[in-house]
């Protein structure tokens, strides 16, 4: 039989001729581009020490930098940035408002800051993304707010193909923006619960609601076709998708879960950990995970749990507001004056392997915060440094509440 030719003409020569020479050729090529790329996707340093908390001007939301007083603060190593998807795009999916998010980014560039950004979608989803084609479905929340006597609003269901699509599209916009800008630092993950924290529902109401949506789904909605056996059958998968999408996207910044049941009882702890576990195991280093409600507890404090993922948390509130609030029970009598509780705090979230921990601005202004502060940073870098401490039997911090 012929065998084939590479070209025509004078130059055409049999491919037995030139596969080896040709193949060995194309391997090397393939190496050196796959060298490329993995150096290229070089997972960004973990976050580390102290991030300031920020908070929308009252009215307004707006965060301006500029005027931060912590902006040239030595001790102070970034700013966590909160946003909902509606305030990026509150129209449509083809305008975005980037504005308030590129005036902070560059204000820290600027100063030697760096700074995480986290859009939540969930309550904060934009009308638009159930309005238009394809449809997603709109859950409302039987859950009632306290001060207003109406629902807390309304989310997606995240096993909702079409609303994976559409939110896959944003976070593709949100990470062509910001990913290769070495001042984001992190970045924690929603899209996959109510805001941040990992809670899908408070109520057995809306967990009934919603293992019943799983299991019956409702016609008209394309992205809605599965039977689910149960809720949980649903979430998680899901979870697992919008998680590999955020990898997808930010290839080199870390990327964190903010831990907290998703559905009341145990087994939303058990699905949190199934999905916290799957993050960790199928990204290393990549994947980490935080808790937004860190306790002061008094001395002694134990040796740091250090981890080889991204790890940090953030102070339940302001220890300067509500001191007693602010250390597990019981609370110390007579109640140590400030800057005790903070540092009691921090050296907690030490104690639990945190490589940084989020605090509230007026915990860290005071004159007398910054030598605790030198301190406190200073282990919070050396727990990303250190050797990692070998797993043993597992030690979660107790009596841990949310705050959104």
Known sequence: MESATLFNGPFARSARQVSGSLLAALFFAFALLASGATASAALKPVPTGIYDLLFGAPGTGKIDLTTN????????????????????????????????????????????????????????????????????????????????????????????????????????????????????????MGGFMEVFNMTMCSTTDDYDAMNALA??????????????????????????????????????????LTLYRVFPGDIGLTDQNAVDDWGKATYPGHVGSMVSALYATLPPHGDPQKVAYPKGFQLVCAAVDDPARLYLDPDPVPMP??????????????????????????????????????????????????????PGPPNPPQNLRVVQ
Not at 160 to 177: E, I, N, P, V
Not at 251 to 256: A, D
Not at 362 to 376: A, H, R
């Open 69 to 188: 007083p912590l902006i040239d603060n030595p001790n102070v190593d970034g700013f966590r940035y909160k946003i909902g998807w509606a305030k990026i795009q509150p129209d449509d999916a083809a305008t975005f408002n980037w504005d308030s998010i590129d005036a902070a980014i560059a204000t820290a560039a600027a100063h030697g800051k760096k700074l995480c950004i986290s859009i939540a979608s969930g309550l904060t989803t934009p009308d638009w993304v159930f309005t238009t084609a394809p449809l997603v479905y709109k859950y409302n929340m039987l859950e009632i707010d306290p001060n207003t006597g109406l629902s807390i609003g309304s989310q997606p269901l995240p096993w909702d193909k079409a609303y994976q699509k559409k939110l896959s599209t944003f976070l593709g916009a949100f990470a062509a923006r910001y990913e290769n800008n070495p001042t984001l630092s992190y970045v924690v």
């Open 215 to 256: 299991q019956h789904p409702p016609a008209g909605y394309t992205g809605l076709t599965t039977a689910y056996t149960d809720v949980s059958a649903a979430y998680i998968p899901a979870a697992q998708t919008i998680i590999s999408t955020y990898v997808a996207k930010f290839p080199t910044t870390p990327l964190l």
């Open 337 to 390: 004056p400030n800057p005790t509780p903070l540092q009691d705090a921090l050296e907690h979230g030490v104690t639990l392997g945190a490589q940084y921990i989020e605090v509230y601005q007026q915990d860290l202004v005071p004159d007398e915060s910054q030598p605790v502060m030198v301190v406190e940073r200073l282990k919070l870098i050396e727990n990303a440094n250190g050797e990692i401490t070998p």
